[in-house]
């Protein structure tokens, strides 16, 4: 059974950083495009990065570039989004799902809530 | 990027009805790579179609989707009280990958 856990979620002020961390069991990260999408409240869909099998190829929404880094650790099969310089309207839920371009996201996690504010 | 526009914004049905979702894409979608995902309060989107067409593992056989090109549909043959929920669709065939607005189908 596949599952994915995000955590790192929190409340954080305005320029603020946090890292949010989406394990994975039934799957190996490393061998599947991984995405992370957000959902700001009342919102609809937004994926915000997303990272290829080989690591090759990376993709930001142009809002959080040079903000946000995605990245993965193969050996706890585990995926990143290391958030930086933080905003107002980065406030959503995160949730980090299986799949990109040429993949369907068919596995999500339950979400982790980060919102920004003084 | 590939705008999706779905229709309607709300839909008002009653149970035993028949439900039909529209999502019109900016330009073509490569390959039938469109989705679409169920999403009920406080729970993360769940997979029904991919492929325009194919069903997800477990979801019931009322649910299919239809469509090409530009223009994909949803239909729900007999609606179940469980299926009162936000209906976003996705393209997933360039990058970037993008989702429809959701369209809110409601208890009428």
């Known amino acids: 059974e596949v599952q994915l856990v995000e955590s790192g979620g929190g409340l954080v002020q305005p320029g603020g950083s946090l890292r949010l961390s989406c394990a994975a069991s039934?799957?190996?990260?490393?061998?599947?495009?991984m995405s992370w999408v957000r959902q700001a409240p009342g919102k609809g869909l937004q994926r915000v990065s997303a990272?290829?099998?080989?690591?090759?190829?990376?993709y930001y929404v142009d809002s959080v570039k040079g903000r946000f880094t995605i990245s993965r650790d193969s050996s706890k099969n585990t995926l990143y989004l290391q958030m930086n310089s933080l905003r107002a309207e980065d406030t959503a839920i995160y949730y980090c799902?299986?799949?990109?371009?040429?993949?369907?996201?068919?596995?999500w996690g339950q979400g982790t809530l980060v919102t920004v504010s003084s | 990027e590939i705008v999706l526009t779905q229709s309607p914004g709300t839909l008002s049905l009653s149970p035993g009805e028949r439900a039909t979702l529209s999502c019109r894409a900016s330009?073509?979608?490569?390959?039938?790579?469109l989705a679409w995902y169920q999403q009920k309060p406080g729970q993360a989107p769940r997979l029904l179609i991919y492929?325009?067409?194919s069903r997800a593992t477990g979801i019931p056989d009322r649910f299919s989707g239809s469509g090409s090109g530009t223009d994909f549909t949803l239909t729900i043959s007999r609606l179940e009280p469980e299926d009162f929920a936000v209906y976003y669709c996705?393209?997933?065939?360039?990058?970037?990958?993008?989702f429809g607005q959701g369209t809110r189908l409601e208890i009428k």
């Open positions: 990272i290829d099998a080989g690591g090759a190829n990376i």
């Open positions: 996705q393209q997933y065939g360039t990058s970037p990958v993008t």
């Open positions: 330009q073509s979608v490569s390959s039938s790579y």
């Open positions: 039934g799957i190996t990260l490393s061998t599947n495009v």
């Open positions: 799902a299986k799949g990109g371009v040429g993949h369907v996201s068919d596995y």
């Open positions: 492929g325009a067409s």
